[in-house]
């Protein structure tokens, strides 16, 4: 059901100024009553005797002011009511100038428009900052949305690769009916596993974007072992040294997410490494009000502009796409940037000048009572 259209503001506010003149101007009438014409006679003026002579007194009783007065005090009330009207309705459209500006700007937006932005200039008052603030939130939700479709067409690019694959085996397949089924078979089963991969890193992500996880109490140096127990056999056979080092860091969270977390930093700098004799570091620590974890590994020099993207989903390093058994779907530290925002954390990434990355990420040292 539709409601009725109230009045508007500039109404309201032309209403309420022409008002406040009329009500203004009868007080003023009502003081000149009370303080000036009550003090007046109501007589006629007449003579008085006194010894040393005759005194006239001439002027108007209060009536002949009354009819004299009356009339001019409603031209002027009228005047001030006219004038209240008149002046309140150009004085609200100017000062709602800039209310109509940022509703002009909240339509645009409706319609999917977010490249639209208000810059209102002048002094900085009420109008100027919700100006402002609009402006911060289009500009946000712009970045959000462009990084949401470049995240859509990133992840049906990466899920149409291993589904074209399996078509493509499948169709040699029915061409060459001699060709071996166990190698067939192994094939569809990693592309299979691949696109599994892909998907539950998918759900993850969005899952650590909504933010909608238990959080208990949880300890990173404990998070941090497992990880690195779970993560040796690779880095056994990859020749990589595994140390975990520092002390208890408790925080609040979920401890699944921040296992994952955890796991995708370790086994980035187990995979990203020297081919032989690398090592990866991982330390846990307490500084104040604040949980810090940080995983360093050896590895080739990688540019400031390349870290700064690393956390973009579908990055892999300086390739793309990698050919090894540890492709992964490209969305490894994309999911740890998600689990620690929502955490509530920093995740900072540096290259070492002698070749690999430091990864820091610091989480609030907030317990939450399981």
């Not at 000036?36 to 002027?59: E, H, N």
């Not at 089963?189 to 996880?213: K, M, P, Q, Y």
């Not at 990589?240 to 930093?265: F, H, K, Q, W, Y």
């Not at 390739?319 to 995740?347: K, N, P």
């Amino acid at each position: 059901m539709r409601r009725n259209p109230g009045h508007s503001a500039r109404l309201k506010l032309t209403l309420s100024y022409a008002g406040f003149l009329f009500v203004a101007g009868t007080l003023l009438l009502a003081v000149m009553w009370v303080f000036v014409l009550r003090w007046l006679p109501t007589y006629k003026p007449r003579l008085f005797q006194r010894t040393y002579g005759a005194v006239i007194i001439v002027g108007p009783s209060r009536s002949d002011l009354l009819r004299g007065f009356a009339p001019a005090a409603a031209v002027a009330l009228a005047f001030l009511l006219a004038f209240g009207l008149l002046g309140g309705w150009i004085l609200a459209g100017r000062m709602l100038s800039p209310l109509t500006r940022i509703t002009d700007a909240v339509r645009t937006a409706g319609t999917g428009s977010l490249s639209h932005r208000i810059r209102m200039t002048g002094r900085r008052d009420e109008f100027r900052e919700l100006s402002d603030a609009f402006d911060s939130m289009l500009e946000q939700l712009e970045s959000h949305v462009d990084e949401h479709q470049r995240f859509a067409a990133n992840a049906s690019h990466e899920l149409r690769t291993p589904l074209a694959i399996s078509r493509t085996l499948l169709d040699v397949a029915r061409k060459d009916p001699t060709r071996d089924r166990d190698e067939l078979i192994e094939r569809l089963h990693a592309v299979n596993t691949r696109a599994i991969d892909l998907t539950e890193a998918l759900l993850l992500l969005s899952r650590s974007e909504r933010g909608d996880f238990p959080r208990e109490s949880v300890d990173l140096s404990l998070i941090a072992e497992e990880a690195a127990e779970t993560l040796l056999p690779l880095a056994e056979q990859r020749r990589i040294t595994l140390d975990v080092t520092g002390e208890p860091a408790r925080t609040g969270g979920s401890a699944e997410l921040l296992l994952r977390m955890v796991t995708n930093l370790v086994q980035n700098a187990v995979v990203h490494n020297i081919p032989d004799g690398g090592t990866v570091t991982v330390h846990t620590a307490e500084h104040g009000d604040t949980s810090v974890l940080r995983v360093e590994n050896t590895g080739p020099r990688l540019p400031a502009e390349l870290v700064q993207a690393l956390t973009e989903p579908f990055r892999r390093g300086t390739e793309r796409v990698r050919t090894d058994e540890h492709a992964g779907a490209g969305l490894g530290l994309a999911i740890v940037a998600g689990v620690v925002r929502a955490h509530d954390g920093t995740l900072e990434l540096a290259a070492r000048p002698d070749g690999g990355l430091l990864v820091t990420v610091r989480l609030p040292r907030s317990p939450v009572a399981p």
